[in-house]
C-alpha cells in the first residue's frame, strides 16, 4: 500500500490521468479541504485508508449549480479520520463493502443525487461507524444497508425523497426536522435509542424493526399509509408516540412490545392493533376518528394500564362490533377503577367515603364470583362454595344442642338433602325437616338469609357469564 500525504492526493485528484485509486494509505497531516471545482467528476478509492485530519470537500464558490455531476466511490475502504461533504453539489456518494471503522462520515452539501452506504452482507461483528446529515435542501435517494454499527446515525434538518434504511444496526437515531416527499423505509433494524422528531413523512414503514431500550416519536406528521408491523421487542421497547398526526392507514399489527404510549395524537383512518402482544399500553388525549382495531390484542399486565386506557379500547371494540374483546376489556376496565377506589380510600379524606365504599363493595364481589361476568366457571364454584359455607354454619347452628354421627350414612342425607332445598331460592322454610316450618332461632336467619342472597347473586353470575357471546 502505497502512503501519500494531503498535496500529493489533491494532485491525483486533478489529473486527469485515473479517476480510479487502488491501495493508498492517504495521511491527512493537516486540515485539509479539497475544491470540488478543480478536481475531476468521478473519482473511485479501491481498498484505501484515510488517516489523520479532517477531510473536507466543498464547492468554493457560491453559485448554484443546477446540473449534479460530481461521483465518489469508496469500496472497501478505511477512515479513522473525519471525511466531509460541505456546501457542494454531488450527484453520487457511494460507500460499497464497508468492512472497518469509519470515524465520521458528515454530509451537508446544498444538494445530493444519492447516498449509498453497504457493508458487506457477511459483516458478523459491529464496527464503529458515525454518519452525520445535516440541513441538506435535496437528497433524491438514501440508501444504508447491512451496515452494523456501534455509532450513531443523525438525519437534521434534510429534504429527502426516497430513504431506505435496512437490516442496520446502530446505537442511537436522531431523525429531526426533516421531510421525506415519497417513502421513508426503515426495516429490520436494530436500534438501541431513537428520537424521531419535527419530521414530515409521506408513506412510511418502519416494520420488523427492534427499536431496543426507547423509542420516540414527537410532532411527526405521516400524511401516508404508515406501517409499524412486526415490531420485535418484548422484554424492552418502549415505544413513545406523542402529538404524532396520522392522516391514512396505520398498522400496528403482529407487534411485540415492552410499554406502548401514545399521547396527544390524532388517526384520521383506520388503524389496526390487531395481534399486538405488549406488557401494558397508555392511550391519553388521543383521537381516533376512524374504526380501530383491537382484535386479539394481548395485554400481560393490565394492573399497569390505566381506566382511560383500557375505557378507549373498550369502546373502540364496541365500535368494531368485537363483543368478545370487549366483554373482557370490560372486566380489566371494572378491575381498573377498584384499585383507583381502593386508591382514593387511601389517600383522601375530603371525599365521599361512603359511597366510595359502597361502589368498591360491588366490584368486589363482581370481581369475586366471575371476574366481572367473564369466567362462568369460576361463578359456579364460588356459588356452590358460599352455599356450602353459609349452609354449613346454619347446620351447626341449628343443630349444635345434638349430637351428630358425622361419618353415619344418616347425618349425611339429612345434611345433604337440606343443602338442595337451601338452593330454592324462594323457600324460606327450615331446608332439614320435611314440614314446611320457620325457623324460630335468630341466629339461624342470619346465615340462612345471608346465604340465599349470594347464592342469588352467584346464581346470576353463571347467567351474565354464559351470555357474554350473545349478540
Same mark, same amino acid.
Given at each position: ?24 494509505? *492517504?495521511?491527512?497531516? =493537516?486540515?485539509? &479541504?479539497? #475544491?470540488?471545482?478543480? *478536481? ?10 484515510? &488517516? ?6 466543498? %464547492? ?26 460541505? %456546501? ?40 464503529? &461507524? ?22 450513531? /446515525? ?7 425523497? *426516497?430513504?431506505?434504511?435496512? !437490516? ?62 412486526? /415490531? ?10 406523542? #402529538? ?6 396505520? #398498522? ?7 410499554? /406502548? ?44 394500564? %390505566? ?19 370487549? !366483554? %373482557? ?69 341449628? =343443630? ?12 349425611? #342425607? ?39 342472597? /349470594? ?17
Amino acid at each position: 500500500m502505497e502512503e501519500i500525504n494531503e498535496i500529493r492526493f489533491l494532485e491525483l485528484l486533478t489529473s486527469a490521468e485515473s479517476t480510479e485509486y487502488t491501495n493508498f494509505l *492517504i495521511n491527512f497531516e =493537516n486540515y485539509t &479541504i479539497i #475544491n470540488l471545482n478543480e *478536481i475531476t467528476t468521478s473519482n473511485k478509492f479501491i481498498n484505501c485508508n484515510f &488517516i489523520g485530519e479532517r477531510v473536507a470537500f466543498m %464547492n468554493s464558490d457560491s453559485l448554484k449549480i443546477n446540473e449534479l455531476t460530481q461521483v465518489f466511490y469508496f469500496d472497501d475502504c478505511e477512515f479513522e479520520n473525519e471525511i466531509c461533504f460541505v %456546501n457542494c453539489y454531488l450527484k453520487d456518494i457511494k460507500f460499497l463493502n464497508i468492512s472497518k471503522p469509519i470515524k465520521e462520515v458528515y454530509l451537508s452539501p446544498k444538494k445530493l443525487g444519492s447516498f449509498t452506504f453497504e457493508c458487506a452482507q457477511n459483516l458478523k461483528q459491529k464496527i464503529l &461507524i458515525d454518519i452525520k446529515i445535516h440541513n441538506i435542501e435535496s437528497i433524491n435517494h438514501l440508501k444504508l444497508s447491512h451496515l452494523k454499527s456501534t455509532g450513531d /446515525l443523525m438525519i437534521d434538518g434534510c429534504n429527502i425523497n *426516497i430513504l431506505e434504511i435496512n !437490516d442496520c444496526a446502530f446505537n442511537q437515531i436522531d431523525i429531526i426536522h426533516s421531510k421525506f416527499s415519497k417513502e421513508f423505509l426503515f426495516t429490520s433494524n436494530i436500534i438501541e435509542t431513537s428520537y424521531i422528531q419535527y419530521n414530515e413523512f409521506e408513506k412510511s414503514n418502519f416494520s420488523s424493526t427492534n427499536f431496543g431500550i426507547y423509542a420516540k416519536f414527537r410532532f411527526n406528521e405521516f400524511k401516508g399509509v404508515t406501517l409499524f408491523k412486526q /415490531l420485535k421487542n418484548e422484554s424492552q421497547t418502549k415505544l413513545k408516540l406523542v #402529538n404524532c398526526n396520522f392522516y391514512k392507514y396505520t #398498522n400496528f399489527n403482529n407487534s411485540n412490545l415492552y410499554e /406502548l404510549h401514545i399521547g396527544d395524537s390524532n388517526f384520521q383512518e383506520l388503524t389496526s392493533f390487531q395481534e399486538l402482544e405488549l406488557n401494558s399500553i397508555f392511550l391519553d388525549r388521543t383521537i381516533f376518528e376512524k374504526i380501530v382495531f383491537f382484535d386479539d390484542i394481548v395485554i400481560h399486565k393490565f394492573n399497569e394500564c %390505566n381506566k382511560r386506557t383500557l375505557r378507549n379500547i373498550k369502546q373502540q371494540l364496541l365500535r368494531a362490533d368485537n363483543k368478545i374483546d370487549y !366483554d %373482557n376489556f370490560r372486566a380489566h376496565e371494572l378491575n381498573s377503577f377498584k384499585e383507583e377506589l381502593k386508591n382514593k380510600l387511601k389517600s383522601k379524606s375530603n371525599i365521599n367515603r361512603q359511597k366510595l365504599c359502597r361502589d368498591l363493595t360491588i366490584l368486589r364481589i363482581n370481581s369475586f364470583f366471575s371476574n366481572n361476568g367473564t369466567d362462568w366457571v369460576k361463578a359456579t364454584q364460588r356459588t356452590m362454595f358460599v352455599a356450602v359455607l353459609f349452609y354449613s354454619i346454619f347446620y351447626g347452628i341449628h =343443630n349444635h344442642s345434638r349430637e351428630i354421627e358425622l361419618f353415619s350414612m344418616s347425618s349425611f #342425607n339429612e345434611y345433604m338433602i337440606g343443602l338442595f332445598r337451601y338452593f330454592l331460592l324462594t323457600d324460606f322454610h327450615n331446608p332439614l325437616i320435611s314440614n314446611r316450618e320457620y325457623l324460630i332461632s335468630f341466629w339461624e336467619w342470619i346465615p340462612f338469609v345471608f346465604g340465599k342472597i /349470594l347464592i342469588g347473586i352467584g346464581i346470576y353470575h353463571v347467567l351474565v357469564s354464559f351470555r357474554k357471546f350473545r349478540k
